[in-house]
């Protein structure tokens, strides 16, 4: 059973471009959550989303950060106009439809913005 | 969710046993306590977790006081790979965690 998969592991993207960030679950999950990591800080939550639904976005910034989960694909984080403060690794975490297992996280992507 | 609060970094010889605080205070009775690690900014590796009784795998053990209040993570035989930040999450089942700072664990030779 493959873990939660992310790609790519590292984008680059110039000041003004979008970042598309994508999360496979784990077989079976369908349960997504986002967190971002900024260099040398703990992880914060952004994002909680179930298939086709947002669950909980409270930590999500409110302007050019978007998220879904649509029935069929990944999970898809996309930043708009990106600026060097959006340089962070941002994991993604999956749980099984009853939740009750314990999140399991990948291995991240590490955005850089020049 | 309730708080934690864990002491900032630990050494530990490697082969000895990692013990890692973690307090709780204002746990609730459904909440769970997690236990997770991250390596060198890798992606989180989760560990353990434990609702009221003392949990064992083949990674650690987890031993939860009777009030619930505090918790301890322990690694049997530290070893060189176990050095990373140690994170104590308590959360209900399903919800999102919230990661504090952590505990910077490093093993020495």
């Known amino acids: 059973n493959a873990g939660v998969m992310q790609n790519p592991r590292h984008l680059v993207r110039r000041r003004g471009q979008e970042a598309r960030l994508r999360c496979s679950p784990m077989k079976g999950h369908s349960h997504v959550y986002w967190y971002r990591q900024l260099p040398e800080e703990g992880l914060k939550f952004m994002v909680y989303?179930?298939?086709?639904?947002?669950?909980?976005e409270s930590g999500m910034p409110k302007e050019r950060f978007s998220a879904e989960f649509p029935k069929e694909g990944p999970s898809i984080l996309r930043i708009q106009q990106v600026v060097r403060g959006d340089s962070a690794a941002y994991f993604c975490?999956?749980?099984?439809?009853?939740?009750?297992?314990?999140?399991?996280f990948g291995p991240g992507t590490r955005l850089t913005v020049t | 969710d309730a708080k934690t609060t864990q002491p900032t970094s630990m050494d530990c010889a490697e082969g000895r046993a990692a013990n890692l605080p973690c307090n709780h205070s204002t746990i609730s009775g459904n909440e769970y306590v997690y236990w997770y690690r991250q390596i060198h900014s890798q992606g989180p590796q989760y560990i353990i977790h434990g609702l009221k009784n003392n949990e064992t795998n083949e990674m650690a053990s987890l031993i939860i006081t009777e009030d619930r209040k505090s918790s301890t993570l322990i690694l049997p035989h530290a070893t060189l790979r176990d050095t990373a930040v140690y994170y104590c999450i308590v959360s209900n089942a399903g919800n999102m965690l919230t990661f504090g700072g952590g505990t910077r664990l490093m093993v020495k030779p």
């Open positions: 975490a999956s749980s099984p439809l009853t939740r009750t297992g314990p999140p399991s």
């Open positions: 989303l179930q298939k086709e639904n947002i669950i909980d």
